[in-house]
C-alpha cells in the first residue's frame, strides 16, 4: 500500500461547479499535511496547508480527518484556470518530517 | 527578484555519460533538496542538504550525487549507474533547517527534463 494515495482522474468538471477529492495517508504518525497544484510540465507550487480544524482560503477548503486518515480539498465555483494536477503531501515526525507526495489528481474544468 | 533557477530546462544525454543539473537560489534558504518525478508517481527525494558541506541521501539516491559548496548551489550529478534516469527533475528550498514544513515552505525551480537514450 502506498503511503499517500489519490485517485489519479481525471476529474472533468462544468466551469462553476463544485469538485472535490480525496487523499488517504498511511502513517498514523502524520503531522503536516498540504495541498500544491502542478501545471502541465510546471513545478508544484503550494497551495494551501492543511490544518487540524479545516481551513478555508477564497474559493478553496482543505478538511483532515484524523479519525479516517484522510485529508480533502474542496473547490467551489470552480474556473477554467482551476485545470491542473493536485498533489496531496504528508509529513510525519517519525520519518524526519521529510515530505512524502501522493500521485496526484487531475482536474480539467470544461467550459 | 529572489528564486530558485534549474538550468537547462531541456536536457539530452546518451545512455552511460554523466551529467550534471544546475540548481541556484538567492533566497539565502539553508535547505536544499532534489526530487524526481515521474509520470504517473509523486515525487521522489533524491538528496537533501541542510547546511553547507552536508548532504544526506534520499530515497532513491542510487546512481546520483550532489555536493553543497556553496549555500547558493547544490548541483545534482546523474551518473551512468542510474538505471532509468530520464525524468523530471525538481530543485527545491526552504528558509530554515527547521523540520517543521508548517514553519518553512517549500519552494521549487523550473525543473529540468533529462531525456536519455
Known amino acids: 500500500r502506498k503511503e499517500v494515495e489519490q485517485d489519479p482522474g481525471p476529474f472533468n468538471v462544468p466551469e462553476g461547479a463544485t469538485v472535490a477529492f480525496n487523499c488517504t495517508y498511511s502513517?498514523?504518525?502524520?503531522?503536516?499535511f498540504f495541498w500544491y497544484r502542478q501545471d502541465c510540465r510546471k513545478e508544484p507550487k503550494l497551495l494551501m496547508s492543511v490544518y487540524s480544524s479545516g481551513n478555508e482560503d477564497g474559493r478553496f477548503t482543505a478538511q483532515l480527518n484524523r479519525a479516517s486518515q484522510y485529508i480533502s480539498l474542496l473547490i467551489r465555483d470552480s474556473k477554467l484556470s482551476d485545470s491542473a494536477t493536485y498533489l496531496c503531501v504528508v509529513t510525519a515526525w517519525d520519518s524526519n518530517y521529510q515530505l512524502i507526495w501522493g500521485a496526484g489528481t487531475k482536474l480539467i474544468i470544461k467550459p | 527578484d529572489g528564486g530558485i533557477t534549474q538550468s537547462p530546462k531541456y536536457l539530452f544525454r546518451k545512455e552511460g555519460q554523466n551529467v550534471t543539473l544546475s540548481c541556484e537560489q538567492n533566497l539565502n534558504h539553508d535547505a536544499m533538496y532534489w526530487y524526481r518525478q515521474d509520470p504517473g508517481q509523486g515525487l521522489r527525494l533524491i538528496y537533501y542538504?541542510?547546511?553547507?558541506?552536508?548532504?544526506q541521501k534520499g530515497d532513491i539516491a542510487e546512481g546520483y550525487s550532489v555536493s553543497r559548496e556553496k549555500k547558493e548551489s547544490f548541483p545534482l550529478t546523474v551518473t551512468s549507474a542510474q538505471k532509468n534516469p530520464t525524468a523530471f527533475y525538481l530543485c527545491a528550498s526552504r528558509p530554515s533547517t527547521d523540520l517543521n514544513p508548517y514553519n518553512s515552505p517549500l519552494h521549487f525551480g523550473n525543473g529540468t527534463r533529462l531525456t536519455v537514450t
Open positions: 502513517n498514523s504518525a502524520s503531522q503536516s
Open positions: 542538504s541542510q547546511i553547507v558541506n552536508d548532504f
